[in-house]
């Protein structure tokens, strides 16, 4: 046995009403389903859905940085930095504002954070050769001017 792709993730969220306009508007996830008025499942549009949503109230305390769980959750957003340069400004227009932006070597980056305070990356791919020819171009960390 072995795992085929990644399916989708489940974040726990402390509001829907904060949280989905958000995903849905900043981000541009399909809604596509809702259940018990307490999960809200969005698709990027070739699944089902890749993403779910689950409310548990206002109560529940942000993320830990030093706690282990999800770091960050990431999107792709297309193959080239003028369609990373459209995403950046459209979380602008949405008033999100960025947390950071990286060259990977593989991948350029926009780091952002949701209603929560999960972190949220939205990369666009360099040229798979990269990686394919030096699988160690991976673990790059670099600054990037947009």
Request: hydrophobic share 40%; net charge negative; aromatic share 6%.
């Amino acid at each position: 046995m072995r795992a085929l792709k990644l399916g989708h993730a489940v974040l726990k969220v402390r509001s829907l009403e904060t949280s989905v306009p958000f995903y849905r508007d900043a981000l541009g996830l399909t809604e596509v389903a809702r259940h018990s008025g307490r999960m809200v499942f969005f698709s990027c549009g070739e699944n089902h859905h890749d993403l779910a949503l689950l409310e548990i109230g206002t109560q529940a305390a942000p993320p830990v940085a030093n706690q282990i769980g999800l770091y960050h959750l990431a999107f792709k957003v297309g193959d080239s930095l003028d369609e990373l340069r459209v995403c950046r400004d459209h979380l602008a227009a949405h008033g999100v504002e960025l947390a950071g932006q990286s060259d990977h070597r593989v991948s350029q980056s926009l780091y952002c954070h949701d209603p929560d305070g999960i972190l949220i990356e939205l990369y666009v791919d360099a040229d798979p050769a990269l990686w394919r020819n030096d699988p160690g171009a991976v673990a790059h960390i670099g600054a990037l001017k947009l």
